[in-house]
């Protein structure tokens, strides 16, 4: 009789408990009641429902989920697609166990925006199909190589997505029509570039062009180092083409002359004449060689000189405990000891950057906190930078995760490319959105180009913009056709490479709740799409992002491959899991022991 009143008893206290979570829930959107009318009708439910998981996830719900789950009743562990019916659901079971009633209000099941529905509305494909789509980056070659679009589709792409961070209109225009010619089943993504906060120039290298023979396990060379003496510079050759000026001294050289010279760091070398045909000759040695602009030739008494050779990128080595001066200044970076100074090409950061705030530089190889700030200038201190120092080249992302800038995710240049975009595309994907604010700029845009139909894509890349995602999320949903890229790279910088498996989680799980689709992507199977070979903990991630409704994959060589190996992966996966709920399909692996 104890046993059964203290059953009675536990159960009396998580019903009044689910009820005042769903009580909180309900309050939660009837407060937001004018804001959930201005949004699209197909996704009231879903920003209701958005509104009641936040609501309920203000509370630590780990005491509650442990009780329940003791009594044998839902742990509220899978209720981010429908948040009210989940709590209804417990306090069912718990009233029927009481003979209590409650005043549950019932949903009606065909009034709420489904998220497979609006993922097909977005990203194409059926309702009923749950396949994660497969979305991938055309390179810039996509635009005059039609082949490659063609083999794209054949592997399995579901999505084309073009960087307008690359190329012009012109080339747009032409992978899109590729992309059209290949299937009318595959839509296309166009990634507005977004503003640019990058390092300023750097001073030139030096003058020197790098040769190295090939070697073996064991040091041997199967490959000599090999070059072209050649009236003209081509270093994008298969042998790579190095300017000598004086053509006589070319045509004298035969098979099996010694060319001697020194290389820019002053070591001897002696190469081979492997092929002379007169327009030139080709080189071979043994030994790394730095060709150096004006070095001289000699092949006994016959001297030429090396004509004129790009320069090599200019960089700073910086070290941990370091300072860095962050400048708006675009004069080239100078370096003497360890202080450095650098551009920044975006000004307006250094009227919101305080002392305390971190910097990352290169996609977080190299991370520092500002020590002062005035005057168009910050201070940073180096807190992190690989062994022997990190190179900071001109051009490289810089992140201010702690600092809210005061710009706009639209640049003018992004204004211009949406001509562009409303012409040839499906979506448009509007990069580091940081506030409500930047998709009400979008709107205002796309309906002064009658584009209000076009599908909206917003991309999580700041810190800022995570903590604003609600209110984005809710002006987002004024448009019918919208989803949440999860741009994992700037995200994990700003965010801390520690926490960007939370916040990836904590955004499929907001996503969910809103019932809008998620574009999973940076670096999915990134070794894959380069080298041929795959990482195994790619393989791993890839298979967590079937939990998307769509993955990105970005270029490279092998990128058909990638896109075979992604689509057998996910439909593998798709019937283990569906967002979080386990998929308990025949287990082919094992049978009970005999």
Same mark, same amino acid.
């Given at each position: ?304 000189? @090396? ?72 201070? %940073? ?91 984005? %999320? ?11 890229? @999860? ?71 092998? @990128? ?35």
């Amino acid at each position: 009789m104890n046993a059964e009143r203290a059953f009675h008893d536990a159960l009396a206290v998580v019903r009044d408990e689910v009820r005042a979570l769903r009580d909180d829930a309900r309050s939660a959107a009837d407060a937001a009641a004018e804001r959930i009318e201005r949004v699209h009708p197909h996704h009231r439910e879903g920003a209701r429902n958005l509104l009641h998981y936040l609501a309920l996830r203000e509370h630590d719900l780990r005491p509650l989920q442990e009780r329940l789950s003791t009594l044998g009743l839902s742990s509220l562990g899978r209720m981010e697609g429908d948040v009210l019916r989940n709590l209804d659901a417990v306090l069912r079971v718990t009233e029927a166990a009481l003979g209590t009633e409650d005043d549950r209000q019932e949903i009606d099941p065909d009034d709420r925006g489904d998220l497979r529905d609006n993922a097909a509305a977005l990203l194409g494909g059926d309702a009923d199909d749950r396949r994660t789509r497969i979305m991938v980056t055309l390179p810039s070659s996509g635009a005059d190589d039609a082949s490659l679009a063609a083999g794209f589709v054949d592997a399995g792409m579901d999505l084309a997505r073009i960087n307008c961070a690359h190329d012009d209109p012109s080339a747009w225009r032409r992978m899109a029509e590729n992309v059209r010619a290949a299937s009318d089943r595959v839509r296309v993504a166009m990634d507005l570039a977004g503003p640019k906060l990058r390092t300023g120039p750097v001073g030139d290298g030096p003058h020197v062009v790098k040769v190295k023979p090939a070697r073996d396990a064991a040091g041997g060379v199967v490959e000599p180092a090999r070059f072209a003496l050649a009236a003209e510079l081509d270093l994008g050759a298969s042998v790579p083409r190095i300017p000598v000026a004086d053509r006589a001294w070319l045509a004298r050289r035969s098979p099996g002359d010694l060319v001697r010279f020194h290389d820019a760091r002053g070591r001897s070398r002696r190469m081979s004449v492997a092929r002379a045909d007169g327009e030139g000759v080709v080189l071979e040695g043994d030994r790394t060689s730095y060709l150096e602009q004006g070095a001289t030739l000699r092949c006994e008494d016959d001297e030429a000189r @090396i004509g004129e050779l790009p320069a090599v990128a200019g960089a700073l080595r910086v070290e941990r405990g370091d300072t860095l001066t962050l400048t708006a200044s675009l004069q080239p970076a100078s370096s003497e000891g360890g202080s450095h100074r650098i551009g920044c090409t975006l000004p307006e950061a250094f009227t919101a950057i305080e002392v305390g705030h971190r910097v990352a530089f290169d996609d977080g190889k190299i991370e520092g906190v500002v020590r002062s700030a005035g005057d168009g200038e910050a201070s %940073i201190e180096i807190t992190r930078a690989r062994a022997g120092g990190a190179k900071l080249k001109a051009e490289k992302g810089i992140n201010l995760p702690d600092t809210d800038l005061p710009i706009a995710a639209l640049t003018e240049e992004d204004v211009a490319a949406l001509d562009t975009v409303v012409d040839i595309a499906d979506i448009v994907e509007l990069s580091f959105a940081r506030s409500a604010d930047d998709i009400r700029r979008l709107y205002d845009e796309l309906d002064a180009r009658g584009a209000d139909q076009l599908g909206v894509v917003v991309k999580l890349e700041t810190t800022q913009g995570f903590r604003a995602l609600p209110e984005i %999320i809710l002006e987002l949903m004024r448009r019918p056709r919208v989803g949440v890229m @999860i741009a994992r790279g700037d995200l994990a910088v700003e965010a801390g490479f520690a926490r960007l498996a939370e916040v990836q989680e904590e955004l499929l799980w907001i996503c969910e709740s809103a019932r809008i689709p998620v574009i999973w992507a940076t670096q999915v199977l990134d070794d894959l799409a380069k080298s041929g070979v795959p990482t195994r903990a790619e393989i791993t991630d890839a298979a967590t992002a079937g939990r998307a409704e769509c993955v990105m994959l970005n270029k490279g060589p092998r @990128i058909e491959d990638a896109i075979r190996a992604l689509d057998d992966i996910l439909g593998r996966m798709a019937d283990h899991i569906d967002k979080k709920s386990p998929q308990l399909r025949r287990l082919r692996s094992w049978s009970p022991p005999a």
